[in-house]
């Protein structure tokens, strides 16, 4: 008997899911999980509406990845650390235990009782023990709306941004997981008409619409890496939203780009979609011209056909409006590619590293990935319900990201990144 491959499009579990879910049998994400029963934080897979207790499982002795331990710790970096044989592996045995035709699990009450919890009674942690944070800046559609408010259509993307992937290192210590309040940054603001500057509650605060990869090998300080070890380091992907200060930013970025404004939140989803569940989403992004630099070429294709909504909730709505539709497809740098130039100088890359896409626009106006194109830097106020406005985020607003890949009958889905402002003090 031929096994299936854990991405078959066939392949149907006996824990129920219907089509619009997000975790069919096809994705298996992970994350990291608690009840009340059980309060330590242990790695666990998201089916359906339940979560596979991944701890249980090893405890039982029907998933074995090695070193004992791996899923009854907080994060998932010592998972990521064992390699991308043996992702695949555990994966393929996960999937396995889940198949509607196969007894083991299905029919075992006891163990089926430890170990799939409804999703309504677990409280999800923040995934990774983030190592190290960088932010990217890899959407031509939105480096050149920001170039085009700011500099004039005549030079909106700067000498450099076409020859590599512009990022900067930000803050791990302040990555959040979903559902975390974010409270209002302060910091210094110098308005144009201002002659110094004072200190108080950010005025333009915004999101920025990003997916973050997650990097599950080290690489060596010194060493360069190829197109091929920089994708066998990438594990996974999250949802990512990078809150932004914009005035702070404006006043501070000279000259060395984004500080405080950035530094205050960054918000990922709880569950980790393996690049393996991504596969067959995979394609080619938009033709590179000039041609990258030979480090930088890359033959396979590294984009992927993912859509992705924003929505906003003001305190007194009850669901969010949605003001973005947009797809990762249109990067122009890939996480490959952002990888690699990362590593060039000699910069070591540990596991728990996390990569930042770059805000995600597309062509059309629709496709904005943050509120400073959405209203044009303020001067474009956009009706979210009658009678209310918005240019940037007000306290009690609440922003909800979603995103998946539609399958035949099926989608692999990131569930929702969601934070809610809180006042300044
Ligand atoms: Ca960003």
Known sequence: MTVPHPNDP??????????????????????????AALPAPRVGVAIGDYVLDLWELEQDCRLDVGPLGVFSTPSLNAFMALGPKVWSRTRARISELLRHDNPELRDNKELRRRALVPMADVKLHLPIAVAGYTDFYSSKEHATNVGVMFRGKGNALQPNWLHMPIGYNGRASTVVVSG????????????????????GPCKRLDF????GAVIGQPSPMGEML???????????????????ARDIQQWEYVPLGPFQGKAFATSISPWVVTREALEPFRLHGPKQDPAPLPYLRQAQPNNYDL?????????????????CHTNF?????SSVQQLVHHASSGCAMNVGDLLGSGTISGPEKSQRGSLLEISWNGTEPMELASG???????DGDSLVMRGW??????????????GTIVPAD
């Open 307 to 323: 859509k992705l909504d924003v929505g906003l909730r003001a305190a007194s709505m009850n669901d969010a409006v949605y003001i």
């Open 180 to 199: 975390t309040k974010v409270r209002r940054p302060r910091g210094q603001l110098k308005p144009s008409n201002a002659e110094i500057p004072s200190f």
């Open 10 to 35: 066939s392949l149907r579990s006996f824990v129920p899911v219907n089509a619009t879910s997000d975790f069919p049998i096809q994705n298996l994400p992970y994350g990291v999980f608690s009840t």
């Open 388 to 394: 209310m406005k918005r240019t940037f985020l007000e």
């Open 405 to 418: 890949c539609q399958g035949d009958g099926y989608r692999v889905g990131f569930g929702e990144v969601e």
């Open 329 to 333: 497809k249109y990067m122009y740098w």
């Open 226 to 244: 190829t197109e091929a070890q920089a994708q066998d380091m990438i594990f996974g992907f999250v949802l990512l939203n990078d809150w932004s």
């Open 208 to 211: 920025e619409l990003e997916m």
